[in-house]
């Protein structure tokens, strides 16, 4: 039986099991490696001769030199975060220029999501990153969210000034300032600016890929538990975790085969159900040892 062209590495628990350590592995064998949902709540830590990355939006991928990385139009996106990260990759003489690229379809994460986030968990508190993962998830399913596409056309500044006066409602009820919609509207302009030459039509990418027989992997973040619909609701993330939710995160349906992970023992972020849950030396050492303190 010949290995499938398309492999979906998703966590099967509540994220932090090595998947960004499996999709490098897996990346050495593949020449394209895509991510479907998230944002940059997902933190994928690589040590590889002695050098350690963090990734928070840009595929595992991105650490083999001829393998093509992409973010398609179910991640919501910080662009200042990923042009941060696209800096540090290029201070350890990563290349990224021809070989990422993003969706103009994503959703744009700005200011007064970030900031919504952090007022919400001051007085009820979910366990949320406080990037505005969840803000910005919100604005796409109330079919208000700016898209990247929104700002490179330069269509953005209404947009944007809708999207804040919705926020600037309850941050205000909550006791926190209003925002300048025209701040954040440059503020957007001035970071997807820098990104712009990485946008990109993936769906299509990705299906040519595919019709070419050539070998994908699609990098999930968070895990199966922390599954908006399947996981332990409600404190939970807000996209689907599971391998089925690559077609409508990549806008293209590749019928990838399913590559669970799992670790010895779990872990989990944030608030919420957590059953196996130990303290003590037991847990400290756990932590030591598998450097993950949350």
Known sequence: ?????????????????????????????????????????????????GQRIILHLIPSGIMQPDTHCYIGPGVVLDCRELDEEIGRLAANKIAVAGRLAISPGCPLIMRHHIELDRVRETSNRIGTTLRGIGPAHEDRIARRAVRLRDVLAGRHAPLVAACVEHANREL??????????GAVADEAAESAGRIAEHALDVAGALGSACRRGERILLEGSQGALLDIDQGTYPHVTSSNCIAAASAA??????????FGIVKAYATRVGNGVFPTEISGAAAAALQAAGEEVG
Not at 6 to 31: F, S
Not at 32 to 48: D, E, M, S, Y
Not at 172 to 181: N, R, T
Request: charged residues 15%.
């Open 172 to 181: 205000v009820a909550l006791g926190a300032a209003a925002l300048d919609a």
């Open 249 to 258: 995160g990549l806008g293209v349906d590749l019928r990838p085969e399913p």
């Open 1 to 49: 039986m010949s290995a499938p062209s398309c492999v979906a590495v998703v966590g099967l628990q509540w994220g932090d099991e090595g998947k960004g350590k499996l999709v490098d592995w897996l990346a050495a064998k593949a020449q394209h490696v895509a991510r479907f949902q998230g944002g940059n709540n997902a933190g994928h830590t690589l040590v590889i001769d």
